[in-house]
């Protein structure tokens, strides 16, 4: 079966940095995957991680340890228009992504 | 940059009809994917089409639904007998040869309402 697990809501204050985490559980693995949804809008491709270990993209980041299957994001300085949905989502090789339900996050001044 | 495209934006449809929803995916990718994701759920995977043939198809994607090439450049999902459950955003994705590790680009959605 296919699992894949993050929380659903998230607040953070404009100028912190937020850590947005990811369990999965899969058949099979060959990249985890973050997007970014604006309401009402497209998902949008941020990071992608295959191998264990940090992918550092300016002011996001993401980790992936397969042993434990756990991902997470990381966003630093932390601008008012990150305010968005961001979706972690697993590809199993040679079927499309399964996504995870997505956690919303709430930046306030 | 690149972009994959799709029309209409928005569709509204009577129950019992027929919409197909258009997708142009960028030019160099050759695996095409349609999404859909209810209002407030997750994105749900419909069907994937590589080497114009459907390569993988969920359990959502019934008899009700079909995919075509018709062209070079177009990518169409055709829904018949809309449902009232079938209101839901549509997004078409694309990707490169390598699919495995390339990030799938969406387009900005079909807003599909069956009234």
């Known amino acids: 079966g296919q699992n894949i697990d993050q929380p659903t809501e998230m607040t953070a204050t404009e100028g912190a940095i937020v850590q947005i985490n990811c369990t999965y559980q899969t058949s099979g693995f060959n990249g985890l995957f973050w997007y970014q949804q604006h309401a009402g809008e497209a998902p949008t491709f941020l990071s992608y991680n295959v191998l264990d270990g940090l992918e550092e993209k300016g002011r996001f980041s993401s980790f992936l340890s397969r042993s434990k299957g756990y991902s997470y994001l990381l966003l630093k300085e932390l601008q008012m228009k990150d305010s968005a949905s961001y979706l972690c989502a697993v590809s199993e090789g040679n079927t499309p992504l399964v996504f995870g339900k997505g956690t919303r996050l709430s930046v306030i001044a | 940059e690149p972009e994959v495209t799709q029309t209409p934006s928005h569709q509204v449809t009577q129950m019992g009809q027929e919409v197909i929803l258009r997708c142009v995916p960028i030019?160099?990718?050759?695996?095409f994917y349609w999404y859909r994701q209810i209002l407030g759920q997750k994105v749900e995977f419909l069907v994937s089409?590589?080497?114009?043939?459907?390569?993988?198809k969920s359990e959502i994607f019934d008899d009700q639904f079909s995919v075509e090439r018709p062209d070079g450049s177009n990518f169409t999902l055709k829904i018949r007998s809309t449902k009232l459950e079938d209101s839901a955003m549509y997004f078409c994705?694309?990707?490169?040869?390598?699919?495995?590790?390339?990030?799938?680009?969406f387009g900005d959605g079909t807003r599909l309402s069956i009234l």
């Open positions: 089409f590589y080497n114009n043939e459907i390569s993988e």
């Open positions: 994705a694309s990707s490169e040869p390598d699919r495995g590790n390339q990030p799938q680009h």
């Open positions: 030019s160099n990718h050759l695996y």
